[in-house]
């Protein structure tokens, strides 16, 4: 009888720990950045609305490899520079995170003059932006203004985060 016992509790040790070591998975939380570029064009009537999308997976790990298996979401801070190119200008342009009420709103812009905002509306913009990726895995920025025809420009975005993966 000794000798069972003592098969069932060695049986029991080696199955406890060999199902324990299974467990490989290492989440932890790291530095991550997000940049984006949205190239635009306002269009031959002058104003123009129009919308784009940053998801999940155009964040990356300390600025190198991108992570499908992100858990968790921090934002630390962030930036957002609008840059007008060939000839043109930019009357006025607001920058809206779909479904949220954050929002930028810009005057005149040259070319020549990129605007770049750090300021404490561009950092609830932005952390407004990077709730709704940790939410939905996406973000969508829409845009209004009114400028020159033809003008091409560019929406860029930096945000610091946290992020929690998974190796």
């Not at 467990?23 to 002058?46: F, K, M």
């Not at 342009?93 to 750090?118: C, F, H, K, S, W």
């Not at 913009?125 to 920025?141: D, S």
């Amino acid at each position: 009888m000794k000798k069972n016992i003592f098969v069932a509790v060695l049986f029991s040790i080696v199955a406890l720990v060999s199902f324990s070591s299974c467990e490989t998975d290492h989440y932890y939380w790291d530095r991550g950045r997000l940049d984006y570029v949205a190239e635009l064009r306002v269009p031959t009537n002058n104003t123009f609305q129009t919308s784009f999308r940053i998801y999940e997976n155009d964040i990356r790990l300390r600025g190198y490899d991108r992570y499908v298996e992100i858990h968790d979401l921090k934002f630390i801070s962030g930036y957002s520079d609008i840059y007008v190119y060939t000839t043109g200008y930019i009357d006025w342009m607001d920058l809206r995170v779909d479904g949220t009420n954050a929002v930028l709103q810009y005057d005149i812009i040259y070319l020549g003059y990129p605007v770049q905002d750090e300021t404490e509306k561009a950092q609830y913009f932005l952390n407004a932006m990077t709730e709704q990726i940790r939410r939905y895995g996406y973000a969508t920025i829409i845009v209004e203004g009114k400028g020159k025809m033809n003008s091409d420009y560019d929406i860029e975005i930096g945000v610091d985060l946290d992020i929690y993966i998974r190796d």
